[in-house]
């Protein structure tokens, strides 16, 4: 039987960056099915009879919008999670590749970088603590499924993401993405200033939406189903990379105002990539300076139409 690869929010940041590499699959979009509702997950396999799920679908947001909204970041990743992984594996689909977040792992461990062993250590961290458990759920019910059911369905474990066409929401976006239009916006005004929360000293990697998308291919491409975290070497404090990006961006002379009453969200979350590298050994990721600028070149593309 041919094999037939069905993508899960699929015009989201890292499912447009997979249409290039997987032109044959299907990609589909919360204005297809409602991955929700429980009936229009069964409509979904029934019109379309996947043998290889690529799960991206979820409902991802900023720190304050996590914040704000805890249940509903809970109910929704819960269910769409829930109910994908379980009508896959009634309906016999070969293949599953669930891709999580490093938010599920622990606020605090004891050594750095985490590894996958690391995982139920402790609790997520309080600001994205319903988003961390809903997703680390989903690696503890396909663990599940393949030690019950044999079955051989995996998970990832991305860093931060950035990338082209993120949303511009600064509730809703990356964080590098909402730094660059903050830039953007600021010259557009003639102002030389912007700014941002918390103090700038946590640590974060940060991973190009088009990398993630480039395992993903690997992973399929080559039938590795093993889980794993995925991420370049580069960890940097906030402020660096806000450093960074002026430079990209020609605006070193901007002044950041720290806003240290909203909060810094987690000090520092980075994971190990060793296991990437043994299961993936010729994989590079661009820098995060060339990243940034890919993304300041199209924001400036997209505002200049």
């Not at 499912?15 to 069964?42: F, M």
């Not at 249940?71 to 599953?96: G, R």
């Not at 491409?221 to 450093?243: A, C």
């Not at 000090?267 to 993304?295: A, H, P, Q, W, Y």
Request: hydrophobic share 35%; net charge negative; aromatic share 10%.
């Amino acid at each position: 039987m041919r094999e037939k690869i069905l993508v899960t929010g699929g015009h989201g940041l890292v499912g447009s960056c997979l249409q290039n590499k997987l032109p044959q699959a299907i990609y589909l979009s919360s204005s297809d099915y409602d991955l929700t509702r429980e009936s229009d997950v069964i409509k979904l396999f029934e019109n379309h009879k996947p043998t290889c799920i690529i799960h991206l679908a979820a409902r991802v947001g900023g720190i304050i919008d996590n914040i704000e909204n805890p249940a509903e970041y809970f109910d929704d990743n819960i269910l769409m999670n829930t109910l994908m992984l379980k009508y896959s594996k009634m309906n016999h689909v070969e293949k599953f590749i669930g891709i999580l977040s490093t938010c599920i792992y622990p606020d605090q461990v004891e050594d750095y970088p985490m590894t996958e062993d690391d995982l139920h250590l402790g609790p997520p961290t309080s600001t994205n603590f319903s988003y961390g458990y809903a997703k680390r759920s989903l690696s503890v019910q396909i663990d599940a499924y393949n030690k019950q059911y044999g079955t051989k369905y995996q998970y990832l474990i991305p860093c931060n993401l950035y990338g082209v066409g993120d949303k511009d929401n600064e509730k809703k976006s990356h964080f590098l993405t909402s730094l660059i239009k903050k830039i953007v916006d600021a010259k557009k005004k003639g102002e030389r200033k912007i700014i941002l929360y918390g103090d700038g000293t946590p640590l974060r990697q940060f991973l190009f939406a088009d990398d993630l998308a480039k395992v993903i291919y690997e992973v399929y491409k080559q039938n590795i189903t093993e889980s794993f975290n995925v991420s370049g070497d580069e960890n940097l404090s906030i402020s660096e990379m806000v450093q960074i990006a002026l430079g990209v961006c020609d605006a070193k002379d901007f002044e950041i105002i720290w806003n240290s009453e909203k909060p810094n969200g987690q000090f520092r979350k980075d994971v190990s990539n060793r296991k990437m590298k043994t299961l993936l050994s010729n994989m590079n990721f661009i820098s995060l300076e060339e990243g940034i600028k890919k993304v300041y070149e199209s924001y400036y593309d997209k505002i200049s139409q």
